[in-house]
């Protein structure tokens, strides 16, 4: 069974950093990209970013660029999200997320999903 | 960046009625590179459609999806009372990008 599941969330105060890991299990995961997507309270869901299986191919939205980085560990199966100069607008439930198609370098849809971690980026 | 404009945004259907979402793109999406997610209260996100028109894995066959290009459609034939939900399409064919959802609503 394909499991996903987030950590390291919280209460920030604006211009702090905060890690957050995602850790899964139940398929071979260095063969597929992983992507972080978060939801604000109440809005929908927005793409934060995604790291191809070799970690060869990265993407940012511009919301996150230059403030977010993503990283992957494949011996620990694990995906991370650093994040720096937190804002205000940050604040949101931050989910990881498993590409549908082995070794795609760009992404695809999403066949699998964490529970989600939140985020609340607050003096 | 490619904008995914869904409508409508709040759809009042029946239970056993036929839903019709629609999804349009700023710009073409490059080999049908469109999905949708249903997404439930308290939820994550679940794939039903990915490249158009092919369902996810689990998926009732009431589940469908068509359209290329800008235009984009989910139909669910005949609704099921657990399929009210919000709904989002996503476009991956240039960095991923999500239409701000259509709620489905028991009318």
New interface residues.
């Given amino acids: 069974e394909v499991q996903l599941v987030e950590s390291g969330g919280g209460l920030v105060q604006p211009g702090r950093s905060l890690r957050l890991s995602c850790a899964a299990s139940g398929f071979t995961f260095d063969d597929y990209a992983m992507h972080w997507v978060r939801q604000a309270p109440g809005k929908g869901l927005e793409w934060v970013s995604g790291i191809s299986w070799n970690s060869g191919s990265i993407g940012y939205a511009d919301s996150v660029k230059g403030r977010f980085t993503i990283s992957r560990d494949n011996a620990k199966n694990s995906l991370y999200l650093q994040m720096n100069s937190l804002r205000a607008e940050d604040t949101a439930l931050y989910y990881c997320a498993k590409d549908i198609v082995i070794a795609a370098a760009g992404g695809t849809a999403f066949d699998y999903w964490g529970q989600g971690t939140l985020v609340t980026v607050s003096s | 960046?490619i904008v995914l404009t869904q409508s409508p945004g709040t759809l009042s259907l029946s239970p056993g009625e036929r839903a019709t979402l629609s999804c349009r793109a700023s710009q073409s999406v490059s080999s049908s590179?469109l999905?949708w997610?249903q997404?439930k209260p308290g939820q994550?996100?679940?794939?039903l459609i990915?490249?158009a028109s092919s369902r996810?894995?689990g998926i009732p066959d009431r589940f469908s999806g068509s359209g290329s290009g800008t235009d984009f459609t989910l139909t669910i034939s005949r609704l099921e009372p657990e399929d009210f939900a919000v709904y989002?399409c996503?476009q991956?064919g240039s960095?991923?990008?999500?239409?701000?959802?259509t709620k489905l609503e028991i009318k």
């Fill in positions: 960046e590179y999905a997610y997404q994550a996100p679940r794939l990915y490249g996810a894995t989002y996503q991956y960095s991923h990008t999500f239409g701000q959802g």
